[in-house]
């Protein structure tokens, strides 16, 4: 697609159950993030997929929280049981190719519009 | 691990005045730095960036960064502010040992007054 697309746009939930939040990059970026933004605060480093690589799940805030990518594409973000705290804007982003990786790219994230989440 | 520490979370200026946004990151490795902007109800855009090469970066909308590796900075400014500048600024690092994922400082918000 044109740009980095989420959805849902927006998620009005329970305290307690599931959500499944989507990301679908742009085509053939090959790197994927997803960050959290509670309100009127600044983004908190999630997850990151690059490539076949394992992923880096070093700022999932518990294990409540998980995502999955199939391939170098789709993403879903999974939260478990959820709780007010999770109540925020989950925002996705891809980029070509991580700099250094391979040298080919400058490292811009272009970011989707969000998923905002609020729980009851 | 890298992070970002960004001075100041609201920052109000006169239209026309120089705006000074401040950054300072933390890397084990050299960085590569970004300024991203997100205005009101929209999402987050590339500002300026910088990699290799000329430590004095110019983005859009007339903004500008100075790496200095000695002072673990990159500032932003803006000789001359304008009204539709109101935004909220990110300063990110990419780069550090273990990965390349992108870290973002806690943001700064750019009021404009007439």
């Known amino acids: 697609g044109a740009g980095v697309s989420q959805s849902p746009s927006n998620k009005v939930t329970e305290k307690g159950k599931d959500v499944e939040l989507r990301c679908d990059p742009i085509?053939?970026?090959?790197?994927l993030y997803w960050y959290r933004q509670r309100l009127g605060q600044g983004l908190e480093f999630l997850i990151y997929?690059?490539?076949?690589?394992?992923?880096?799940k070093s700022g999932l805030p518990s294990d409540r929280f998980s995502a999955e990518r199939t391939g170098e594409s789709v993403s879903t973000l999974t939260i478990q049981r959820t709780q007010q705290e999770d109540s925020a804007v989950y925002l996705c982003a891809s980029s070509l190719d991580s700099v250094g990786w391979t040298g080919a790219d400058t490292g811009e994230l272009f970011f989707g519009e969000g998923s905002r989440l609020t729980v009851l | 691990a890298q992070s970002v520490t960004q001075l100041g979370s609201h920052v109000s200026v006169s239209e026309g005045a120089l705006v000074l946004l401040r950054c300072n990151y933390s890397?084990?490795?050299?960085?590569?730095l970004f300024w991203y902007v997100q205005y009101p109800n929209q999402g987050l855009q590339l500002l300026l960036k910088y990699t290799t090469g000329a430590t004095l970066v110019k983005g859009i909308n007339g903004f500008e960064a100075e790496f200095k590796k000695s002072e673990t900075s990159f500032h932003l400014t803006k000789p001359s502010a304008h009204m539709s500048d109101a935004a909220e600024y990110f300063c990110a690092v990419m780069r550090g040992t273990g990965g390349f994922k992108t870290i973002f400082g806690a943001g700064t918000r750019l009021f404009v007054k007439a």
């Open positions: 997929f690059q490539g076949n690589s394992a992923p880096d």
């Open positions: 085509s053939g970026h090959t790197a």
């Open positions: 890397s084990s490795v050299p960085p590569y």
